[in-house]
């Protein structure tokens, strides 16, 4: 089966940059996603902390049962 996609691979121009393409895109978005945190206000990072355990619902969370 190895030898099937290898020899299918192999075939397509270019191949030898879709790992680098994949790892500047997965890299560019973990980058984007860890600006995206450290820019978040310190309270918005408690609500979101305490979203999990509240009791109360502040938001509108309308039960859709079928």
Same mark, same amino acid.
């Given at each position: /089966?190895?030898k @099937?996609?290898?020899? $299918? %691979? #192999? =075939?397509? !121009?270019?191949? !030898?940059? @879709?790992?680098? /393409?994949?790892?500047?895109?997965f @890299? =560019? %978005?973990?980058?984007?996603?860890? @600006?995206?945190?450290?820019? /978040?206000?310190? !309270?918005?990072?408690?609500? /979101?902390s305490? %979203?999990?355990?509240?009791?109360?619902?502040? #938001? !509108? #969370?309308?039960?859709?049962? $079928?």
């Amino acid at each position: /089966m190895l030898k @099937f996609i290898k020899g $299918h %691979l #192999t =075939s397509i !121009d270019h191949v !030898d940059l @879709f790992p680098v /393409m994949a790892f500047i895109i997965f @890299f =560019s %978005l973990f980058i984007g996603v860890l @600006f995206w945190v450290r820019a /978040m206000r310190r !309270d918005q990072v408690e609500h /979101m902390s305490a %979203l999990p355990l509240a009791d109360d619902c502040t #938001t !509108d #969370t309308t039960n859709h049962a $079928h």
